[in-house]
């Protein structure tokens, strides 16, 4: 039967039909769903791991010990999760492991659009990319097969549009049985990677790669449709859409296996067709492959990507494609006659931007505000936090991946800035890789005052459970980290827990902490607004007729705050007025404004109860 | 008798935008029209960003019908149907309507920071309503955030809009009204069936 699934579900889909029993993974937008959808079939064990090298071990482990097992994260993950994909590489497996790595090209919510086909090529192993959801649950279950077959792991490589694409799917109800396995594996020649037993593997996986090459000759996802021969396009992964799409007579090698590649099917496509081309998203994965096979790629007559030379010959390298692209590219390139519909009409008034904010009753906001007053250098991390850069908070000076900022801070303190560096990061992002980090700040002594935004939850991804929350992905009662003890161990003696709406405490803890010398921890806590048990607490606050817009609650950059048309009457400043269906009633600005014109919620409260009584 | 009709009025399929703010149900509208298409014997995509959505940023997503439909996403001049359930974004996203497509708005905005924050302005109504009829004349001015708030839940202007959109393709409201009834929670039907029956009476006047 047929199901309108996205290709993340899709995905989920195709592992428990495959049988897998065993996922781990981190959250990681376009990834995410991925996880939350498996976890919900029955007969399944699916966790969130504290980060994806963690994740990938736990699914390595489980495919040594026999079971089919599936392993998620976004394409940066994977940069955690390299050393472990390196040696499983070599180590090969004994049940069917795949690797999902969801890429996002043109970085919707990402600091890079890496290109993590480029990771297959390099460990040596098959990456399937699939082109929509039906394929995507398809590869899924082709991926466990091969990866048996071969006894490597398999990279199954989504990207943003594919994962968030929802399209008609053909399921079965059915799971396939997987024989159980003896006992345990004692084959330390093949498992366990010391110089003398990597040495002896590194052939074998030459070797499989050389194999894998002419399986995909008649590996059935890869396939011919023929059409007009006057152009044929090599392609895979969403690209093949763009290609029908903008190309409807072209012939099509669509590649169901981008690595490694079939090099007799691409010869006898390409020399069938009067011009062929390579259409492929981010990187020139395939066409670079092509050239070294020699084949002669059609050149446009005036080389266009002039500014990219080395890179690709048509199409850009860098983001995502659209049909609009392509067919502007191949228009430029001389492949069609015809450039995109030129628009007769511009917008010609401009349109204030709607940037990602803070959300209303944020708590990491008063945190931002407090440090946005200090001007001190904050080195931020990833997480719904990295929105403190946003104005009017402009807080923080660098973000780069995850757990960096506990490090970055401390470069900058034993480099002798004259600046005393505060790093910033939340509670997951702190169990995923700020823990080293922060050991290494305590062992190194240097000065760092590391804020640990503990909102309860792993918030940007949507609500993920994490080792601080009591729960776990299948929603089982856990233990709860407590992260004091956590920093504690850690070697840091300066510790403090604060209520994270609370401004003073945090401005006068941070004020006095700049004074002394040496590492401290601040923990802000307090729930993220957007939990079912914080909305509860929901109550919009009131301006009272003290204000005189002096623009000081403005600065907190709280979407829930608007300025009136009301002017005062003497300054002529727009009046702040706080909008009832946003706030929540956190009381930052309560706290900040200067003439007690924001009524707190104990008086909003007994306002509200003078009025009805 | 009404599915001949719509693919006749439409050859080469449909294309629909939807766009609004995080919060305002544009992902469940966006289920609706897709099931909606299977439902009507259309090959289906539908795409769309999350992400940081949730944090008061856009949210668009493209759904497609038709015969086999390819790429998940269009780009400038090729909506056939816009849903916009706020002002300011379908003003932002008009350039992809078709000239002559259909545009459907919720008469309602909701300010960004960047607005509140004073440094830039929200658009006049007029400049809104003279930017968008450069592109095409086919606007309907839906009341849904009104109706959704007499109607006693606000959250409900997304399936006014639906509501207003079926009366406009001409399609049965029963097979719309099931649709929707797979894809919300029981207890909040009644709201949205009134939601609905509200919007598409309101092209029907």
């Known amino acids: 039967m047929k199901r309108i699934l996205s290709g993340n579900e899709a995905v989920a889909r195709g592992a428990w039909e495959a049988g897998c029993s065993i996922a781990s993974g981190y959250p990681g937008t376009p990834s995410t769903e991925i996880m939350e959808t498996f976890a919900r079939y029955p007969n399944v064990y699916a966790e969130w791991a504290t980060n994806e090298k963690v994740g990938l071990d736990v699914a390595i482990g489980a495919a040594y010990a026999g ?14 999760a390299a050393d472990a994909l390196f040696y499983v590489a070599m180590t090969g497996v004994e049940a069917g492991l795949v690797i999902v790595s969801a890429d996002d090209p043109s970085m919707h919510s990402s600091q890079n659009e890496q290109d993590n086909r480029q990771f297959a090529k390099f460990s040596r192993i098959p990456c399937l990319d699939p082109a929509d959801s039906q394929e995507a649950r398809d590869f899924t279950i082709a991926a466990f097969d091969l990866s048996e077959r071969f006894d490597t792991p398999v990279m199954l490589r989504m990207t943003t549009r594919v994962c968030h694409t929802s399209s008609p799917v053909e399921v079965t109800e059915q799971q396939q049985q997987i024989p159980e396995k003896g006992k345990y594996p004692r084959n330390p020649a093949k498992y366990v990677m010391i110089p003398v037993n990597a040495r002896r593997r590194h052939p074998v996986i030459e070797a499989r790669v050389s194999e894998l090459s002419r399986f995909a000759e008649n590996f059935p996802y890869n396939r011919i449709e023929y059409r007009s021969k006057n152009l044929g396009i090599i392609t895979g992964g969403v690209a093949y859409q763009y290609a029908r799409e903008v190309f409807p007579d072209a012939s099509i090698l669509k590649l169901g296996m981008v690595y490694p590649l079939p090099a007799d099917m691409i010869r006898k496509f390409s020399e069938s067709v009067e011009r062929v081309i390579v259409l ?7 066409e670079d492959q092509v050239r070294l096979m020699g084949i002669d790629l059609y050149k446009p007559a005036n080389p266009i990507n002039s500014d990219f030379s080395h890179t690709k010959s048509i199409f850009p390298i ?32 401009p349109l204030p931007a709607r940037p990602p904010t803070l959300c209303p009753g944020c708590p990491h906001r008063s945190s931002f505000y407090v440090l946005s007053k200090l001007k001190v250098s904050v080195n931020g991390d990833i997480g719904c936090y990295t929105l403190g850069i946003t104005p009017p908070l402009s807080t923080i000076d660098t973000c780069g991946c995850m757990g960096a900022s506990i490090g970055v801070a401390h470069g900058a303190a034993v480099a002798g800035d004259q600046e005393r560096h505060v790093a910033v990061i939340g509670d997951s992002t702190f169990f995923h890789t700020g823990i080293p980090a922060l050991i290494n700040v305590a062992y190194n002594r240097s000065n760092v005052i590391t804020i640990i935004m503990d909102n309860r939850v792993t918030g940007m991804t949507g609500h993920q459970d994490n080792p601080g929350t009591g729960f776990t992905l299948q929603n089982q009662a856990t233990m709860e980290l407590e992260i004091e003890k956590l920093v504690l161990a850690c070697g840091i003696e300066k510790v403090l827990t604060v209520e994270a709406y609370q401004v003073d405490v945090i401005e006068k803890t941070l004020k006095q902490w700049m004074k002394e010398d040496g590492p401290a921890v601040l923990i802000t806590r307090e729930e993220c607004a957007l939990l079912p048990s914080a909305r509860k607490r929901y109550l919009a606050l009131q301006v009272t007729d003290q204000c005189n817009g002096c623009t000081v609650c403005f600065r907190i950059g709280c979407p829930a705050i608007l300025k009136s048309e009301e002017l005062d009457p003497k300054y002529h400043r727009p009046l702040a007025i706080i909008d009832q269906e946003l706030c929540t009633g956190c009381e930052i600005c309560a706290q900040v404004c200067p003439r007690d014109a924001i009524l707190f919620r104990d008086q909003v409260s007994a306002l509200r109860k003078s009025e009805e009584g | ?29 966006s ?15 539908k795409a769309e960003i999350h992400g940081m959505s949730q944090r008061g940023g856009n949210v668009i997503s493209y759904i497609r019908w038709g015969e086999h439909v390819y790429s ?20 932002r996203s008009i350039e992809q309507i078709n000239p002559g497509g259909l545009i459907l708005i919720n008469d309602y905005s909701i300010v960004p920071v960047t607005v509140s924050s004073g440094l830039s302005t929200y658009p006049e109504d007029e400049n809104i309503q003279e930017s968008l009829q450069k592109f095409t004349s086919n606007v309907y001015w839906v009341k849904g955030q009104g109706i959704a708030e007499q109607i006693g839940y606000p959250k409900a202007s997304n399936v006014v809009l639906l509501g207003a959109l ?17 894809r919300i929670a029981q207890k909040y039907y009644a709201f949205n069936e009134q939601a609905f029956t509200t919007g ?3 092209i029907q006047k």
């Open chain 1, 67 to 80: 079971k089919r097992a599936i392993s998620t994260m976004k394409h940066v993950g994977l940069n955690v």
């Open chain 1, 280 to 286: 492929e998203e981010l990187d020139p994965f395939i």
């Open chain 1, 318 to 349: 860098t983001g995502e494609l659209n049909p609009a692209i392509v067919r502007h590219a191949a228009y430029q390139a001389g492949l069609l006659n015809v450039d995109i519909k030129q628009e007769p009409t511009n917008l010609t008034i």
């Open chain 2, 1 to 29: 008798m009404d599915i001949k009709r719509l693919k006749n009025n439409y050859p080469n399929g449909i294309n629909f935008l939807l766009t609004g703010v995080g919060g305002q149900g544009t992902i469940l509208a």
């Open chain 2, 31 to 45: 289920n609706v029209l897709a099931d909606l298409g299977m439902d009507l014997g259309f090959d289906v995509k």
């Open chain 2, 72 to 91: 998940p996403i269009i780009t400038k001049g090729e909506a056939d149907i816009i849903l916009a359930f706020e002002k300011l974004e379908a003003l």
């Open chain 2, 166 to 182: 079926t009366a406009l393709l001409e399609i049965d409201p029963k097979i719309v009204l099931r649709v929707i009834a797979t």
């Open chain 2, 200 to 202: 598409f009476q309101s």
